[in-house]
């Protein structure tokens, strides 16, 4: 199979599309469109890009499940499966490069958070495709077939933590940086870095997490 | 051993702590003395100006520091916050140090503090302009002692203050009787009603105690001279300058009151002493004569804010990308099986094109800013000179932003319009003040000040000349003669002469900037421009500054009005 068909195949090529439409879009609405102050002032704007960095995570992730869950073998787990589902991430996150360009002008003086925030949506990413991976590979080896609960799940770890720090209020805002969105958000906040450099660490400590757990199954396999 | 410390040595502890405590108080009270008095006859009106004299005593030879006023603004019921404003910092000596500053709430206390410059306090003095207060401007008599209403308050001529503002809470102000103001007095008191003050002028025999050159550049009568009149009673008589009409004349024809407008002001001349009028005379002079009105410029520095351009990167450009990005990924969809390596080379084309252009339309000048600011000012120079200024400033996120003026110019914010349970303090340094902005606020301020003329217009038979004293060409500069408004071409340094031709009504003209344009018609009836010959500067300019993450955009606009000469 070519790496162009790899790319697309179940699907993938809407998911990449659906990623570059919604970010475009996401970015779209995260600019300014009043012309003058006096329009500015009617319908204020405030200079934060949290949106698009969000839709761009989200969707990611959203690329990572579905890529995840199609590379999962049927037989043996082999590194270069997660190798290709990198590919596949990075893939979804090339066509975003004019936008990651395009958003520097929204963060004057913080460029540098650009590819810090992109470097996080490509682990979030890796960490549920990884996730999706793992699962559905036991779920071949059971022999079940593939379900929607990984996307259930993954819209609940989005969700869940941000309800939490709603409901809780400022003494536990801190739980929001479990949900990528809360991360981003403390991220392009100001002060705030300690905390976000944490919520950048989740991620990072589930892939691994899951590389580890992706070994020992190999083991097992192997033996 | 607590038991031991009981009984006299406890006692003997007590009171040797007590006795120093006491000493550390007087020798820190010792070390100055501070006498503080505000207002104009010791009255303030909210939301006004006002003069603070604070007289230092006892002060040690070459103390550095600051004094302070700091006000509390609001109600207990709602947010307060704390005005400050340092009007004076540097070397204290024993003298009077004057300033004007805004009084913002009246009912809150009011401290005066000298501070070192480590900032401890080494004296603080608390008012109660609570018992100072007026309800709305009041009329101020300096010399006769009459009242012409409930709130009339009596000054002394050397009450008048230092700047012209701090007449800003005064209806009407009549100097007559005994009252010789100094030649500063008189030149605030011309800045004053050059600014939008009523001045009324008493003066029948004791016309000499007055007369200077100052008073006479603002009586509506020119060449003031003592008659005697049948009867032997002494009254004064001149001509009417132009402009001025006569007010009132009594039946018995002993005195008459003249009056005409000195820029936005206007002056009433009362050719007879205060002691001459009866209470029913005065209260009918008080009725003719205007109140003070200052105009403010606030619409036209809300339209100067209001009109500025947002910065910004082009607004279709996202969707733009979007969609070329979407065909080109469609394409490599496409052909991705049949021709693999095309549709790779394809798709990478595009996006780095895309990318290229991305880049250019992301350049640091279109990066969004997130403070707009309009400084807007009138200047109305003739004999005297006064300015009148408006910052209004819209910030998209909470930060701090300065207002720079002159020293002891501090600026009057208007609050009623722009708090909103939100953090508005105000830090007046002499030269700039600090203003926490929240996000998506709007905020106004009102700054007043004097200003000097440095060109001289003369106007005969359809020509005018101009003398630039400057180096800087005069860009953008209008002539309004007899109501009509001729534009003139670049003025140059020196002196300017041209032909006056194709002037068109000052209600046609527009100049192209919404501010300026604003500020002439507003003007229009404020400084007579059927009466007068004016020459009408426009200066215009755009900034943006940009420090990390801070970017901003200060637009300036001044507006002067230079009385000229017509011959």
Not at chain 1, 112 to 123: E, M, R, W
Not at chain 2, 74 to 85: I, L, N, R
Not at chain 2, 134 to 153: K, M, N, W
Not at chain 2, 410 to 439: G, M, N, R
Request: hydrophobic share 45%.
């Amino acid at each position: 199979m070519r790496s162009t068909e790899r790319l697309t195949e179940q699907g993938g090529w809407l998911l990449y599309l659906g990623m570059f439409a919604l970010s475009g879009l996401a970015l779209t609405l995260s600019m300014p469109w009043a012309a003058t102050v006096r329009e500015l002032i009617t319908f204020p704007w405030k200079p934060s890009p949290l949106v698009f960095f969000a839709v761009l995570t989200l969707m990611a992730v959203m690329v990572g499940l579905n890529r995840g869950s199609t590379i999962a073998p049927r037989g043996p787990l082999q590194w270069r499966q997660v190798r290709r589902l990198l590919g596949h991430i990075l893939f979804a996150h090339m066509l975003t490069v004019p936008y990651l360009i395009f958003a520097r002008s929204l963060l004057p003086g913080h460029v540098v958070k650009i590819p810090i925030l992109t470097g996080y949506s490509i682990l979030v990413s890796l960490a549920f495709g990884l996730a999706a991976y793992l699962r559905q590979a036991k779920r071949w080896a059971l022999g079940s077939e593939a379900t929607g609960l990984n996307y259930v799940l993954a819209i609940l770890v989005f969700a869940l933590p941000l309800i939490a720090w709603l409901a809780t209020g400022s003494h536990w805002q801190h739980i929001a940086l479990l949900s990528p969105v809360g991360t981003i958000s403390h991220f392009l906040g100001e002060n705030t870095l300690p905390w976000s450099l944490i919520g950048i660490a989740i991620p990072l400590a589930a892939i691994l997490f899951l590389m580890a757990l992706l070994a020992i199954r190999m083991r097992r396999w192997a033996r | 051993m607590f038991r031991r410390l009981h009984g006299t040595r406890f006692a003997l502890l007590l009171i040797s702590t007590l006795v120093l405590l006491a000493s550390a108080s007087v020798a820190v009270s010792a070390v100055v003395g501070v006498e503080v008095s505000l207002g104009v006859g010791e009255r303030v009106v909210r939301g006004h100006y006002s003069p603070v004299r604070v007289t230092l005593s006892a002060v040690e030879d070459g103390t550095e520091g600051a004094i302070v006023v700091s006000q509390l603004t609001g109600d207990v019921f709602s947010d307060q916050e704390t005005m400050t404003a340092v009007i004076y910092r540097g070397t204290l000596e024993d003298r009077t140090y004057e300033a004007t500053i805004p009084i913002f709430e009246p009912l809150n206390p009011l401290e005066v503090s000298v501070e070192d410059t480590a900032g401890h306090v080494l004296r603080a003095v608390t008012l109660n302009p609570r018992l100072m207060r007026r309800v709305g401007p009041f009329p101020a008599v300096c010399g006769p002692t009459f009242e012409i209403g409930l709130d009339t308050v009596l000054i002394d001529a050397g009450e008048i203050p230092r700047d012209w503002w701090g007449l800003h809470a005064v209806r009407q102000l009549w100097i007559g009787g005994n009252a010789v103001p100094s030649a500063d007095a008189w030149r605030t008191i011309a800045e004053w009603v050059l600014a939008g003050g009523s001045l009324v002028v008493l003066s029948g025999t004791d016309f000499y105690r007055l007369d200077s050159p100052d008073l006479r550049d603002l009586m509506p009568i020119g060449n003031p001279e003592l008659v005697e009149l049948s009867g032997g009673r002494m009254r004064v008589q001149g001509t009417l300058k132009e402009g001025a009409v006569l007010a009132l004349e009594n039946e018995s024809e002993t005195w008459s009151a003249a009056s005409w407008k000195y820029g936005s002001g206007e002056v009433t001349f009362v050719s007879a002493s205060s002691d001459d009028l009866g209470q029913a005379d005065i209260e009918t002079i008080g009725s003719m004569a205007g109140s003070t009105e200052i105009p403010s410029i606030e619409g036209a520095g809300a339209s100067a804010l209001g009109s500025m351009e947002v910065i910004k990167p082009w607004t279709w450009f996202a969707p733009l990308v979007l969609l070329l990005g979407t065909l080109a990924y469609l394409v490599f969809a496409r052909i991705g099986v049949s021709r693999p390596r095309l549709a790779w080379v394809l798709l990478c084309g595009a996006l780095v094109g895309l990318s290229v252009w991305s880049g250019f339309a992301s350049r640091r000048t279109k990066h969004v800013i997130d403070l707009y600011v309009a400084n807007t000012s009138v200047k109305v120079q003739g004999e005297y000179g006064i300015a009148i200024g408006w910052s209004s400033f819209y910030a998209n996120r909470s930060r701090m932003a300065s207002i720079g003026h002159e020293a002891g110019s501090f600026p009057i914010q208007s609050l009623e319009e722009t708090v909103f349970d939100s953090d508005f303090s105000v830090e007046s340094e002499a030269s700039a003040t600090k203003v926490l902005l929240q996000a998506h606020e709007y905020r106004g301020f009102e700054l007043y000040r004097r200003s000097q003329s440095f060109f001289h217009v003369t106007y005969e038979n359809g020509r005018v000349t101009i003398e630039n004293p400057g180096e800087k060409v005069v860009e953008d500069a209008v002539l309004i003669v007899e109501g009509k408004v001729y534009e003139l071409p670049p003025i140059p340094s020196g002196t300017f002469q041209s032909t006056l031709s194709g002037g068109i009504p000052e209600y046609l003209f527009s100049s192209r900037r919404v501010a300026d344009d604003r500020i002439i018609r507003q003007y229009s009836d404020v400084l007579s421009y059927d009466e007068s010959v004016w020459l009408v500067v426009s200066d215009e300019h755009e900034t943006v500054t940009r420090s990390g993450e801070w970017g901003e955009k200060v637009r300036a606009s001044t507006v002067t009005f230079i009385l000229g000469e017509s011959r």
